[in-house]
């Protein structure tokens, strides 16, 4: 979500992943943590294989709730809804920015774009405005970030 710039697994995905992103930034809804699938996925659920329920999503799921919930000084828990404001995501932008929250990108595949973005200074992001460029402030080349968030109670 950080990272997100319209690019994605199929059409179908990325234009999901717009609408997901126009709601959040239209102040619509909160990010709501699930376990399992989410509205991001939804593009993604109707392939016999869908990706979204393999292993190791799931692990990197855990792994980047962990992380998060180290970042924020509290346990996040499926259920738990946090608000997309500029600050949270600035937050959130900068301590990926510096590794702090990416523990779970090891071994996605979407690893070298998001730190691309990230050492871009999350330039063309679509949730969010861009934050500020914070000065001495290089990314660290360690796995990108991905969590699951949803618009379902």
Known sequence: MLTYVGKGYTSGFVENYDRVADRLNAGEEDIE??????????????????HCFNEGVVKRDETARVS???????????????????DFLAKMRLAFAAGDIRQACRGCQWNRLCDRIAASGFAGVKIGEQPEPQAGLRPRPTPAHASRFSRQP
């Open 68 to 86: 998060v919930s180290v970042l924020l000084g509290e346990t996040l828990a499926a259920g738990q809804r946090l608000q997309a404001t500029p």
């Open 33 to 50: 943590l699930v376990d399992g699938p989410d509205d991001i996925c939804e593009g993604l659920l109707c392939e016999s294989h869908a």
